[in-house]
């Protein structure tokens, strides 16, 4: 969808775990469905390291690809751990909702991923948002780890 500078703000920051008004590199990009004519299935927001300027370009040439797979395979960096938070929300912002194709206040799913090196610094961060009825987590816990 889109792609540029942004300092975080207070909220942001919260919501990612990470300093406001720092820069990062945002890539916004819209998840859709397979069936053809389906409502798309999710908004993502990628925050990005701003040492690595190529990857919003190499990202547009390569959707399918995972940015922290394009950052390992341009930049050595990779990741050692994930962090994830799924949490329910209401999607607030009239974009998001409109590219979505829902009314503002509908519940949501939101998921936050840190993508964490070595050290334990962020290089990457997203933040999802799916409309409640378009994504669900299904396991299975075997109580015999079979």
């Not at 409502?39 to 300027?53: C, L, M, S």
């Amino acid at each position: 969808q889109s792609s540029g500078k942004v300092a975080m703000s207070d909220t942001l920051a919260a919501t990612l775990n990470c300093a406001s008004g720092t820069t990062w590199l945002r890539v916004s990009s819209l998840r859709r469905s397979a069936t053809h004519g389906a409502p798309p299935i999710g908004w993502t927001d990628v925050y990005i390291d701003p040492r690595y300027a190529d990857i919003p370009t190499l990202a547009r040439r390569r959707p399918r690809e995972l940015i922290s797979a394009l950052i390992e395979e341009r930049h050595g960096r990779s990741a050692a751990a994930i962090d994830q938070e799924i949490r329910a929300c209401a999607i607030d912002d009239g974009e998001i909702a409109e590219a979505l194709q829902v009314p503002i206040g509908t519940p949501a799913l939101r998921i936050v991923r840190r993508y964490l090196d070595e050290a334990g610094a962020a290089f990457e961060m997203s933040a999802s948002l799916h409309p409640a009825d378009r994504y669900f987590v299904s396991m299975r816990l075997d109580q015999h780890g079979t």
